[in-house]
């Protein structure tokens, strides 16, 4: 059963929440500040957290989910009240998986949930590749190389995508450029080289990505 910790002091919205939860036959724990908020979670160990940024004492929303991700992986989604807490959420990658602003549909939030929860039971069915040091995660689209993210453009990101898709056999450049670039696109096959160049620079020698002589390139 899905169990989840809500983490906000206006008891109004934290009720609302917990009746829409429980409808979808959740476990719901609230907490009203982030201290009995972070025991709460690491006590019971929840499949996903809804957390409040302005809580009273001395933890706010920001301060729990650093130290959580200090040790838990659990999905956050941040409840916000102003655009400059979306911004601190967007720009220091705290580690939160969603937010949505106040006020909000408790519907939305549900489906939100949902779509986490999904993405989550996703994530070890082949969504994420791995090749030494180099973290590929397909639903996220995100790769790492040593835990950094490397930002791909999207055509790099599609050319990586085919190559996945295809792991262990040679693709020609038309190949390629039909997964990648789609079946539509005219150009120069050699325009696969240039990014296969670009994805080798920034993924590095982890990434065992090999030209096939007289075919094309093949990963893995
Ligand atoms: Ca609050």
């Known amino acids: ?20 939860f429980r409808r979808e036959g959740w476990t719901v724990h609230l907490a009203p500040d982030g201290a009995v908020g972070l025991e709460a979670i690491r006590a019971r160990n929840p499949d996903f ?12 929303g920001f301060d729990v989910c650093r130290q959580l991700r ?3 992986d659990v999905p956050v989604l941040f409840l916000t009240a102003r655009d400059d807490e979306v911004d601190r959420i967007l720009g220091l990658e705290m ?39 180099v973290t590929v995660d397909l639903e996220r689209r995100e790769v790492r190389t040593g835990g950094e993210p490397v930002p791909l453009a999207t055509q790099e990101w599609a050319l990586l995508e085919a190559l996945i898709g295809n792991e262990g056999i040679a693709l020609s450049r038309q190949q390629l450029l039909d997964l990648a670039w789609g079946p539509d696109w005219i150009g120069d096959p050699r325009t696969v080289d240039v990014h296969v160049r670009q994805l080798r620079r920034k993924l590095g020698d982890d990434l065992p990505l090999a030209t096939v002589r007289g075919v094309g390139y093949r990963l893995g």
């Open 1 to 20: 059963m899905t169990a989840i910790v809500v983490v906000e002091d206006e008891p109004d919205i934290a009720d609302l929440l917990a009746l829409y």
């Open 49 to 60: 957290v809804v957390l409040d940024v302005g809580l009273p004492g001395e933890l706010d």
């Open 95 to 133: 580690g939160a998986d969603d937010y949505v602003t106040k006020p909000f549909s408790p519907r939305e939030i549900v489906a939100r949930i949902k779509a986490v929860l999904r993405r989550g039971r996703s994530a070890g069915n082949g969504t994420r590749a791995d090749y030494g040091e």
């Open 70 to 72: 200090q040790t838990s």
